[in-house]
């Protein structure tokens, strides 16, 4: 691994299933960070994390959930998906602190019908 | 409320010189970053300012100004490569980035 992965690539979803979508990062970045980006709007942060073991909300955290029990993985769950949720997802690391840039992963294109 | 403003799309020519502009009012201020992302790819860092200034990085430079929430990211002898959209993001109080959405920008030769 190189940087920062992202699993699936893209995945297409009935509406209500459960979905998880993976993260890992071989930098030892403490922080990371899950965003979606949608057309014409900005990066909007669902959860982060500045530590293993620890986990927050960002601007837009409802219907999704993280955990970080380790360094390297930041999963990202759809308890039960919704069309609202259909997006580009965006895995990011950094050294957590004022300027340290985020390092993203590839992105998942998310489909929920 | 949080909020960053920039022109929506550009248009500039092969080897010509671009300005893109971003206002921005937020809840606190740790620095302001220049990404770029290619269509269906991921951002990657372009600049970081903190202090009032020009901030020059090769054909690219990006400038700062606190006071008046401003910043602007200068491309010069602009390629065809250089199509893309470039996102403007500011590092709030509690060390969020907040984003733009970000200036598309065409370059015709």
């Known amino acids: 691994i190189a940087g920062i992965t992202q699993a699936p690539t893209s995945q297409i979803l009935a509406a209500g299933r459960r979905m998880t979508l993976r993260c890992t990062q071989d930098?030892?970045?403490?922080?990371m960070y899950w965003y979606r980006q949608d057309l014409g709007l900005g990066l909007r942060l669902i959860h982060y994390s500045n530590t293993a073991g620890t986990t927050g909300k960002g601007e837009v955290p409802d219907g999704y959930s993280v955990s970080r029990a380790n360094t390297d993985d930041f999963p990202l769950t759809l308890a039960s998906a919704v069309p609202s949720q259909t997006s580009v997802y965006f895995c990011?690391?950094?050294?957590?602190?004022?300027?340290?840039?985020?390092?993203f992963g590839p992105g998942t294109r998310l489909t929920v019908l | 409320g949080q909020n960053i403003d920039q022109p929506t799309e550009m248009t500039a020519t092969e080897g010509a010189i671009v300005q893109i502009n971003c206002t921005y009012q937020?809840?606190?201020?740790?620095?302001l970053f220049w990404y770029q992302q290619h269509a269906g790819e991921a951002p990657t860092f372009l600049s970081y300012n903190v202090l009032d200034g020009l901030e020059e990085k090769g054909r690219f430079s990006s400038f700062l100004s606190r006071s008046k929430g401003y910043s602007y990211l200068l491309l010069k002898e602009l390629q065809m490569k250089d199509s893309a959209s470039y996102l403007c993001?500011?590092?709030?109080?509690?060390?969020?980035?907040?984003w733009g959405a970000g200036t598309k920008l065409i370059i015709k030769p």
């Open positions: 993001a500011v590092m709030d109080s509690n060390y969020q980035l907040i």
């Open positions: 937020t809840s606190g201020f740790n620095g």
């Open positions: 930098m030892r970045h403490n922080a």
């Open positions: 990011a690391s950094s050294i957590a602190g004022a300027f340290n840039e985020q390092f």
